[in-house]
């Protein structure tokens, strides 16, 4: 009798032995094993990509629809990240670089700043399109990776990476250890608070001042991209730095309460600004709240210039 073979796993987010492998051996940083990917990981990522191009064109800013463009990205096939980088790079010196899982928040952020963004290589099951509670690579690839073909975009971040150095350099400078954990959370957790209100959940507006989608939470939601424009019960307001460093959020279900940006040289202002008051003191006591500062982001900071 012939032996039934189990099927192959492949690269599916929650079932994939090579990032088990390789976080058991203590892995971050990998390269993307592009022969592992099935035919089920492929059908997941046609399924996706192809049922969100209408709600990108209706929806999505400008700047990320020329980025899908330039990176001619597949839409029947996982794509390859040399591929991706061969036309990011050529555009503005980014490139994704793959991990095999969570990356601690100041390593995250310093990749920003030499221009690498931390990918996830797996991909949802076909049968949990719609909703993942973490990222894997189509939203990374074609939520985020779009917008860093973008070059004002593109040194937002670099910025935004700049910005988390000066905490961790700020904080190496303070005496007191209790002081310097208390303020730095409370710095961590601001960082954080604009971060997701404008990277990855971010409203602009359009050529016409009509509100468009930037943020990369959104442009990979098939469900929230419709609906952060569309829903008369989401509050959106123009970004004010003090509300968005004291705004706490919940990552389960629809935001309900939106920041909207001008430009992606305000946003690069803003950015400057979030320095400026952090080392005025101004982000060393911000609300409590979510998002928890976990101790493994905590020590990143730490242990980033010693």
Same mark, same amino acid.
């Given at each position: 009798?012939?032996?039934?073979?189990?099927?192959?796993?492949?690269?599916?987010?929650?079932?994939?032995?090579?990032?088990?492998?390789?976080?058991?051996?203590?892995?971050?940083?990998?390269?993307?094993?592009?022969?592992?990917?099935?035919?089920?990981?492929?059908?997941?990522?046609?399924?996706?990509?192809?049922?969100?191009?209408?709600?990108?064109?209706?929806?999505?800013?400008?700047?990320?629809?020329?980025?899908?463009?330039?990176?001619?990205?597949?839409?029947?096939?996982?794509?390859?990240?040399?591929?991706?980088?061969? +036309?990011?790079?050529? /555009?503005?010196? =980014?490139?994704?670089? @793959?991990?095999?899982?969570? *990356?601690? %928040?100041?390593?995250?952020? #310093?990749?920003?700043?030499?221009?690498?963004?931390?990918?996830?290589?797996?991909?949802?099951?076909?049968?949990?399109?719609?909703?993942?509670?973490?990222?894997?690579?189509?939203?990374?690839?074609?939520?985020?990776?779009?917008?860093?073909?973008?070059?004002? +975009?593109?040194?937002? /971040?670099?910025? =935004?990476?700049?910005? @988390?150095?000066?905490?961790? *350099?700020? %904080?190496?400078?303070?005496? #007191?250890?209790?002081?310097?954990?208390?303020?730095?959370?409370?710095?961590?957790?601001?960082?954080?608070?604009?971060?997701?209100?404008?990277?990855?959940?971010?409203?602009?507006?359009?050529?016409?001042?009509?509100?468009?989608?930037?943020?990369?939470?959104?442009?990979?939601?098939?469900?929230?991209?419709?609906?952060?424009?569309?829903?008369?019960?989401?509050?959106?307001?123009?970004?004010?730095?003090?509300?968005?460093?004291?705004?706490?959020?919940?990552?389960?279900?629809?935001?309900?309460?939106?920041?909207?940006?001008?430009?992606?040289?305000?946003?690069?202002?803003?950015?400057?600004?979030?320095?400026?008051?952090?080392?005025?003191?101004?982000?060393?006591?911000?609300?409590?709240?979510?998002?928890?500062?976990?101790?493994?982001?905590?020590?990143?900071?730490?242990?980033?210039?010693?």
């Amino acid at each position: 009798m012939a032996q039934i073979q189990a099927p192959m796993m492949g690269l599916t987010t929650t079932q994939a032995p090579f990032i088990e492998k390789a976080q058991s051996e203590g892995k971050l940083y990998i390269e993307q094993p592009y022969d592992l990917y099935t035919d089920d990981n492929h059908e997941a990522w046609k399924v996706l990509f192809n049922r969100m191009r209408p709600r990108w064109e209706k929806y999505a800013n400008e700047h990320f629809l020329q980025g899908i463009a330039n990176l001619c990205l597949d839409p029947e096939r996982v794509p390859r990240l040399e591929d991706v980088n061969q +036309f990011l790079c050529a /555009l503005t010196g =980014f490139r994704a670089k @793959a991990v095999a899982g969570y *990356v601690p %928040a100041y390593l995250f952020f #310093d990749c920003l700043r030499q221009r690498e963004f931390p990918t996830t290589i797996t991909i949802r099951h076909k049968d949990s399109i719609d909703y993942l509670p973490e990222p894997d690579i189509f939203h990374d690839i074609s939520g985020h990776v779009p917008m860093h073909t973008d070059k004002a +975009f593109a040194d937002t /971040l670099v910025r =935004f990476g700049e910005c @988390a150095h000066t905490a961790a *350099v700020r %904080a190496s400078e303070m005496k #007191d250890p209790v002081l310097r954990v208390k303020r730095l959370e409370s710095v961590i957790k601001a960082l954080a608070r604009f971060f997701w209100f404008t990277i990855e959940f971010g409203l602009m507006r359009g050529p016409r001042k009509e509100l468009k989608v930037y943020g990369s939470g959104l442009l990979s939601s098939y469900g929230e991209i419709e609906h952060c424009i569309e829903a008369p019960e989401v509050q959106r307001y123009p970004l004010q730095l003090e509300w968005v460093i004291n705004q706490s959020f919940e990552i389960d279900h629809y935001q309900p309460l939106l920041f909207i940006v001008d430009s992606f040289d305000h946003l690069f202002s803003l950015v400057g600004e979030l320095e400026a008051w952090m080392k005025d003191g101004k982000l060393d006591n911000v609300s409590p709240g979510e998002p928890g500062v976990n101790e493994a982001d905590l020590q990143s900071f730490l242990v980033a210039t010693t």
